[in-house]
């Protein structure tokens, strides 16, 4: 079997595994953090879409994640939008800011993108915390329905939420890599992401394709966020919190920058260790995550998803022996 296709037994391997643990470890606590994993894949994997594939920094992709939740959460609450219709259209709202900032955003690069855009996060916090009227300020937006279908139970509800958010997840994923693997569109991001300029001289129009890139990203950003609203109900200003960025982007250091699927296993992974060693204390918990990125930066720089490349590249046992034995007899 080659590399590609160990690659994708591991996916279906893992696919299979995540369907039957909520009937194999029936444990709420799991459940929830499995959820709230699923979504934050989601997020990280739209962070990865932008800068893993175009090379556009961005520091501000949590303010996309609360604009998708607001969005959802006011239209549910106000008109009584169905939570299926929310979903879509925090995305789309999320789409259609994220485009409108894009287009004057785009024009900077680098370092100088990534302070714009954690500004303009900051712009989406101060403005949630205080516009008390449509966002309910500190408070948040609260009192809304869920998914109509879901039974009342809490308990139950869960194993229809898991599902709900393990469904998304493969929607949004499958989506998402099929635009940057196998459409021109993904070809067009990954040569701007290599040399801009060469880009342009080669007559790819970089700067439509960098604000397609923001606001494709910005959009999944969004649906995570309305996924949020709808199960944890409550919308606060904390959703445009920086720190919502920060998972993001490590989360894509984790699985594996520009791959789309290791930022799935990175969010997954990353977070469920975080809630796990909550039982040990909330700072050893942030340590055992930060220990974690800084092992794979410093010895698997390109991630979970990079070490199959690692594995690949290392010696069968029987090629470890031939050397050995090569190297004894030359001496």
């Known amino acids: 079997m080659g590399k590609l296709g160990a690659k994708w037994s591991f996916i279906i391997i893992t696919g299979i595994v995540l369907l039957i643990i909520p009937f194999v470890f029936p444990n709420p606590y799991l459940l929830d953090t ?3 994993g699923f979504m934050y894949a989601i997020l990280a994997a739209s962070w990865d879409l932008l800068s893993g594939y175009t090379g556009q920094l961005s520091f501000g ?3 996309f994640l609360a604009l998708g939740a607001y969005c959802a959460a006011i239209l549910t ?3 009584g939008l169905s939570p299926w219709l ?8 999320a789409g259609f800011i994220g485009t409108l900032i894009g287009i004057p955003v785009l024009r900077v690069r680098g370092h100088y993108l990534a302070i714009v855009t954690l500004g303009f996060s900051e712009v989406i916090r101060l403005t949630a915390q205080n516009w008390l009227k449509l966002t309910g300020g500190p408070y948040g937006v609260h009192d809304y329905v869920t998914f109509p279908s879901f039974p009342e139970n809490p308990i139950l509800a869960k194993y229809y939420f898991y599902y709900t958010a393990f469904g998304l ?3 949004c994923g499958a989506v998402m890599y099929l635009i940057c693997e196998h459409t021109q569109i993904g070809k067009a991001f990954k040569s701007i992401r290599e040399d801009q300029t060469l880009a342009e001289a080669l007559g790819i129009n970089t700067t439509f394709y960098k604000v397609l890139g923001f606001s494709l990203s910005c959009f999944f950003a969004g649906v995570a966020g309305a996924f949020y609203a709808y199960y944890v109900r409550l919308v606060s200003p904390y959703v445009a919190e920086s720190i919502n960025t920060v998972w993001a982007v490590g989360m894509v250091i984790l699985g594996g920058l520009g791959t789309l699927i290791g930022p799935i296993y990175g969010a997954i992974v990353l977070y469920s260790i975080y809630q796990a060693m909550r039982f040990v204390g909330v700072v050893y918990n942030l340590i055992a995550v930060g220990a974690v990125i800084l092992i794979f930066v410093t010895y698997f720089p390109n991630g979970i998803w990079g070490v199959w490349d690692w594995i690949s590249k290392k010696p069968s046992l029987q090629g470890r022996n031939i050397l050995l034995k090569n190297i004894f007899r030359s001496h």
């Open 169 to 171: 997840l493969l929607i």
């Open 86 to 93: 929310g979903l879509p259209v925090g995305g789309l709202f």
């Open 34 to 36: 499995l959820i709230l």
């Open 77 to 79: 609450q106000r008109i």
């Open 61 to 63: 992709h949590s303010a």
